[in-house]
């Protein structure tokens, strides 16, 4: 049967069709010498098996070409990136966005401010009494005009530098670190100096209350505040817009 071979015992009609089927395969080979997965293509751009370029062909093992996937946008992966690093952001009234509030940063700052012109009362009472002690002749003239002049001056500090905070300026933090370690330091001082030039250590009259009660107070103040401004968060409240 031409190639085909059947068994002996196979009835006449099964051997019958085995044959059919043969032919069909002959005559497929025949239209399709092709090997599969390989499609030859002619000059003029026609494809073997009567096909053309443009109308694909739908034989066994026939080549499809394959759309390549599209490359990757870098781009869009550094857009990505940035969005994820930006800081959080809120919707204002006006339909524009703003950072959103620390208001542990906004209350260290306010703190550092209060505790500053906490200490300006006090320093302001010292200054008035040691202009009445110049008044009068005394040894420690030097002394009492040096304290006078320091004292002023830290009072200036402290003010200009709440001011300064208060406006999110941040040479206000430094101002307040500055004038608010001198001032502890000089209120602390002032128990010494007193009982150096001979004070008595007693609350009766003016000057040893502003030494022994309102020093203090005014010094641990202003130590409080110098810390205070000198914390990141009080930085972070004046770079802070809005």
């Given at each position: ?78 857009r990505q990136t940035a969005d994820r690093t930006e800081p959080v952001r809120e919707p204002s009234a006006a339909g524009g966005t703003h950072p959103a509030p620390d208001h542990r940063a906004a209350g260290i700052a306010r703190a550092a401010t209060a505790l500053a012109l906490l200490c300006l009362p006090g320093l302001l009472a010292m200054s008035l009494e040691l ?112």
């Open positions: 049967m031409d190639g085909f071979t059947t068994a002996a015992w196979l009835p006449p009609d099964v051997t019958a069709m085995i044959a059919e089927r043969g032919a069909m395969m002959r005559e497929a080979i025949r239209s399709d010498p092709q090997p599969p997965g390989r499609t030859r293509v002619e000059p003029g751009g026609a494809v073997a098996g009567g096909v053309t370029a443009d109308r694909p062909y739908a034989g066994a093992g026939a080549f499809r070409p394959q759309r390549a996937a599209p490359a990757p946008d870098p781009g869009h992966r550094r202009a009445k002690r110049l008044e009068h002749t005394t040894p420690w003239f030097g002394l009492l005009m040096g304290d006078l002049i320091l004292t002023v001056v830290e009072a200036v500090m402290l003010a200009t530098g709440a001011l300064l905070l208060t406006r999110r300026n941040n040479a206000g933090r430094w101002m307040i670190f500055a004038a608010g370690g001198t001032t502890a330091l000089h209120g602390l001082s002032a128990i010494g100096q007193y009982l150096a030039m001979g004070g008595v250590p007693t609350l009766e009259g003016t000057m040893p209350k502003l030494v022994f009660i309102a020093s203090p107070l005014t010094a641990v103040a202003a130590a409080t505040a110098a810390v205070l401004a000198v914390l990141p968060s009080a930085g972070r409240w004046c770079h802070r817009s809005g």
